[in-house]
């Protein structure tokens, strides 16, 4: 991937070791949601391009997410898109995560498997689960999950916000709402359980749209019974689930679907 000579501000001081302790303390699992992150004009433009885009790869379609499109095309992306994740894969980018979470070494995946632009519509959800922590392709485990909300207006009412849940999937213990300029940065492992499992109510014609980037390491995780695994595990949370699954069909029903 070539480095774009136009870099996207940071409102913020970037510090990695400022964020450090919230980070690291945070429950069930390293985390921090960063308000207000990149220059406002910039991320007004990121938003605009990519509500517009409609170069996708395909739409998600199974148990685990319904109605979430994809695009991990860098070179289909807005010029925008590409700015921003040129700046996120930047050195002096991952070493402010490095800074933040006590990673070494990390790497951002220049193919974004996984990543990229991604824009669920009315009705779309994605289930609780611990992402795949492994790249055949780059031979590296991943370590940090990184997503650039894109929202302007969005209501709480509509739902979609980040759920993070305890290691043993007894409760949600941490929410992000996926607004406009929010970052939401978190360490990947076993149970790093996380989504957005309820489905949308947002109007026809409103999106969740962010920007999802992942980073890896060669460090063999510290976690002994980490395995590697090429994909996603799926988490049920019981009579809750249940209740997403009727409230998804009624919403397809009253639309006329």
Known sequence: MLMRSSIVRSNLALDGKDFAIPYRQARPFPHIALKDFWDAEQ??????????FSFFDGEKDFYGTQKKR???????????????IDTCHHPSFIKFLEDMTGEKDLVGDPRLIGGGI???????????????NWSEQLGLYRRLNLLIYLNSGWQESWGGSLELWSRDMSRKEASVAPDLNTVAVFST?????????????CPEGVTRDSIALYYYSPAQPIDARRTK????????????????????KLIDKFRGR
Request: aromatic letters at 10%.
């Open 43 to 52: 991320i007004a433009e990121i938003s605009r391009q990519v509500k517009e």
């Open 70 to 84: 994809y695009c991990g095309a860098y070179e289909r992306m807005p010029p925008a898109v590409r700015e921003l």
């Open 118 to 132: 991604h824009s669920s519509r009315t009705g779309g959800f994605l289930k609780v689960h611990a992402d795949f």
């Open 189 to 201: 492992d076993e149970s790093s359980y996380h989504g957005h499992p309820d489905p949308l109510s």
């Open 229 to 248: 695994r090429g994909i996603s595990e799926y988490r049920s949370r019981g009579i809750s689930d249940f209740l997403s699954s009727v409230k998804y």
